[in-house]
């Protein structure tokens, strides 16, 4: 008989945001496989304790990273075993992942699957650090964004993206910031329109860092930033000032484990506050 798998969300960071369905599944699971950007507290605590745990994680620029045919060739293996597989992405299995492939994949062999949604990175760290996306009379969108590379926005697009008041979150942008910031400047973005780099959003290693557009060669440029990172530009950063209610240790700290570290560690620094 075959299996199944079901493709899962599992939120930005702070493992309280699964959702009590993903919790569910992960409780029968047989085998997770399971990406960079999923909380290790997530696999320590909701897995059940017989499934097999294997790491998939990718990371695009630091090397070491799992092929896309080997994740779809396990998907395959084990659901064809007739085993629950739970594919598990960080935040939601939709936004900037390779959910395609693995849908394509498995309907091509003829695997029954279900998708479960998780909180992407954009809304744990908005709501993380108080910065309503659409809040009333500041933006009426929000529009999801990557500039991983130079050229995936196109020229005379980012002319469009500094006259708008909808609110631009940029994933997988930490690297090209510079450029960023620099296409929006040169297209004469509002002076009141802010810049937040929210690194380990939602967190105990949480940081956000706010400054305007024309600033930010003198105060962010020569800062690194800790993986993962979210970048939300808009006039509705403005209001982080006043609804920064997340307090996290902000100790220096990287929360997610590395493709070269796939140890667990779910001791004292990671207790999240109450
Ligand atoms: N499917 C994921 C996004 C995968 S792309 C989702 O829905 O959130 C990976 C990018 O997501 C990272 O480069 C970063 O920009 C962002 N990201 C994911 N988790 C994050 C976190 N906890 N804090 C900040 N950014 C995060």
Request: charged share 20%; aromatic share 8%.
């Amino acid at each position: 008989m075959k299996g199944k798998v079901i493709l899962i969300g599992a939120g930005p960071g702070d493992p309280e945001l699964l959702t009590v369905k993903a919790f569910r599944i992960l409780q029968i699971a047989d085998v997770v496989l399971t990406d960079r950007l999923v909380s290790p507290e997530i696999l320590a605590t909701y897995v059940s304790p017989k499934a097999e745990i294997i790491y998939v994680g990718k990371q695009c620029r630091k090397g070491a990273s799992t092929p896309q045919a080997t994740i779809n060739e396990l998907m395959v293996s084990h659901a064809n075993e007739g085993k629950l597989v739970v594919r598990l992405k960080g935040g939601d299995v939709s936004i900037f992942s390779n959910i395609l492939d693995e849908l394509e994949t498995l309907v091509e062999n003829n695997i029954p699957y279900e998708i479960v949604p998780g909180v992407t990175a954009a809304l744990g760290a908005a709501a993380y650090a108080g910065i309503p996306l659409t809040a009333r009379n500041y933006a009426t969108a929000l529009r999801l964004l990557t500039a991983y590379k130079p050229d995936v926005v196109p020229a005379n697009y980012w002319k469009e993206l500094a006259a708008t008041d909808d609110t631009l979150v940029f994933y997988m942008s930490s690297e090209t910031l510079a450029d960023v910031v620099q296409n929006l400047c040169a297209n004469k973005i509002s002076k009141d329109k802010l810049l937040a780099v929210v690194e380990q959003a939602t967190t105990p290693f949480q940081k956000v860092h706010i400054s305007s557009l024309y600033e930010y060669d003198k105060k962010l440029s020569d800062k690194k930033f800790r993986s993962p990172t979210l970048v939300i530009i808009g006039k509705v950063v403005a209001l982080h000032q006043q609804f920064d209610w997340f307090k996290p240790k902000n100790g220096s700290v990287e929360y997610f484990s590395s493709a070269d570290n796939k140890s667990i560690n779910v001791s004292e620094p990671l207790a999240l506050t109450a």
